[in-house]
């Protein structure tokens, strides 16, 4: 009976060695999928634990590209070599990982491993949590069919967070041109002009450094400020040269002019190209006793826009007709000899 009492005696104190040395090893990732916007920042939450005997000796965290009893390691305790990678744990049972401005490149598993300063004090977590990175997108909302913008079209622009299944759920911050403009997942543009006109970003309202792609807007509009100037001035003497130059403001810009000689009560086109000689129309002689009026005209792409001022010189006196409504200046040169 000794025996036997002692051989079980042996046998509870191998079984109680055994279940501290080996039985409480163990890693927990308490999220196995995780996603974060590229450029912000994402914590691996993670617990382990080890037998009561054994102290930890060092943290590691290895990526899937790597070999993970070997490394080489994104985090080492012991090198602590890494400033987007930082242990947010302890040597005791937390083994949280932070990664600061997170890249596409990180995508992938993480695998978190500690060893005691035991010989066979060495142990890997199985699993692991796995990284998703994605961008924040920008959603266009146009009129129905519309193509381009134009002025007095409304527009609608939402960020996108991949994250979240498209529900909108994030708070986002909306830049225009880099300058901050707004609040919310939506930026409402109506009634657009040329003023709307820029390049829009957005960003999680949590992290000024996940910004998205840029989109640009560009509002498209007729010429305005149509003008012709007149040099030198028309107080000169009838056989000065002069020159007059029409200046008009258009997006796309304005591809062609035409000029008209208007004289009484008749109307003559006299030029398409943007220098027009007047030498070639036979009136110059009798300009310094008959009323001579000039009009520009500014062809936007297809859509003739009549446009005008008008020269008018009696006596050498000159009256001007009211400006019309020509983003480029386009200039058109008539130098009359």
Known sequence: MSVERGNLTWTLMLL??????????????QREHICAVNGSSVVLLCSYDYPDIETVHSLKWGHERHNIYEGPFIFDSMINNSLRFQNIGDKRHNCSLKIQQVEHNDTGTYIFRFETKSEKGKWT???????KVVDLNISVTKPRGNRTTKEGDSVNLTCINGCDGGNL?????????GEH?????VLYLSNMSSANSGNYTCSLKTHTGTTSGVTNIDVEYGPKNTSVSVRPSMEEDAGSNITLVCSSHANPPVENYTWFK????????????????????????????????????????????????????????RTKAPETDCEEDAQVALSLY
């Open 181 to 185: 403009i707004n609040e919310g997942a």
């Open 125 to 131: 977590g199985r699993g692991g949590s796995t990284l």
């Open 16 to 29: 109680f060695l055994t279940g501290v040395l080996c039985g409480p090893w163990n890693v927990k990732y």
């Open 262 to 317: 208007i004289d009484e009560d008749d109307i003559m086109d006299v030029g398409h190209q943007p220098v027009f000689f007047p030498g070639d129309v036979e009136y110059w002689t009798t300009f310094s006793r008959d009323v001579l009026i000039f009009a520009a005209v500014a062809v936007l792409v297809l859509v003739a826009v009549p446009t005008g001022i008008a020269i008018r010189r009696r006596n050498k006196k």
């Open 169 to 177: 759920s994030s708070a986002f911050t909306w830049f225009k041109n």
